[in-house]
């Protein structure tokens, strides 16, 4: 079955303490994209990958780092999570970067809090 | 910049109710025109999609229309159901499959 997959589905973690989100797809997808959603703001976006080792900031990069080693996986890493990111984050896939109309899957979502 | 703006919810129904959610954008250039669907504790589905202007967008049951005189692209559906409560996301994609999102309209569907 063609999906996104995001570990883990619920965190919650204290100020300063690293961690990481996994994000896989299985649809040998370009591009991969992180969100994160907030209430009255919709999704915006974190982090972009173009393709394997090519990444860029969203709209909102500040305090996250990705990495695209493989063309499958696309980790989102807080060095130092902070309480203004608890947040609802989404992992999302689509066969090309360079169209604008290409559908993009979505993971089921992390919520993360930080206390 | 871009951007989209969705009417505030939520909009509440009765069942085979008409439904009507509103979303207009700026963009520069032709972008690509979305609804998303966001059904409770799950991520987010494509509803349906129109890549130029005039085109309609139509998948189970709903439909939206690429309205360039007047930046829209709004959401109808002539009978609802239950099973159509959600959170729906009007979205552009002006290039590089960025999506610009709005806040989200949810929806909330009674027998």
């Known amino acids: 079955e063609a999906q996104v997959t995001q570990n883990p589905r619920y965190l919650i973690t204290v100020t300063g303490k690293k961690l990481t989100v996994t994000c896989s797809q299985n649809m040998n997808h370009e591009y991969m994209s992180w969100y994160r959603q907030d209430p009255g703001l919709g999704l915006r976006q974190i982090y972009y990958?173009?393709?394997?080792?090519?990444?860029d900031k969203g709209d909102v990069p500040e305090g996250y780092k990705v990495s695209r080693k493989e063309k499958r996986n696309f980790p989102l890493i807080l060095e130092s999570p902070s309480p203004n990111q608890t947040s609802l984050y989404f992992c999302?896939?689509?066969?090309?970067?360079?169209?604008?109309?290409?559908?993009?899957?979505f993971g089921q979502g992390t919520r993360l809090t930080v206390v | 910049g871009d951007s989209v703006t969705q009417m505030e919810g939520p909009v509440t129904l009765s069942e085979e109710a008409f439904l009507t959610i509103n979303c207009t954008y700026t963009a520069t250039g032709y972008p690509s025109l979305f609804w998303y669907v966001q059904y409770p504790g799950e991520g987010l589905q494509l509803l349906l999609k129109a890549t130029k202007a005039d085109d309609k967008g139509s998948n189970k049951g709903f439909e939206a229309t690429y309205r360039k005189e007047t930046t829209s692209f709004h959401l109808e559906k002539g009978s609802v159901q239950v099973s159509d409560s959600a959170v729906y996301f009007c979205?552009?994609?002006?290039?590089?499959?960025?999506?610009?999102f709005g806040a989200g309209t949810r929806l909330a569907v009674h027998p």
């Open positions: 979205a552009l994609s002006g290039g590089y499959n960025k999506l610009i």
């Open positions: 990958s173009m393709n394997v080792e090519v990444t």
């Open positions: 999302a896939s689509s066969l090309h970067g360079g169209q604008k109309n290409t559908e993009a899957f």
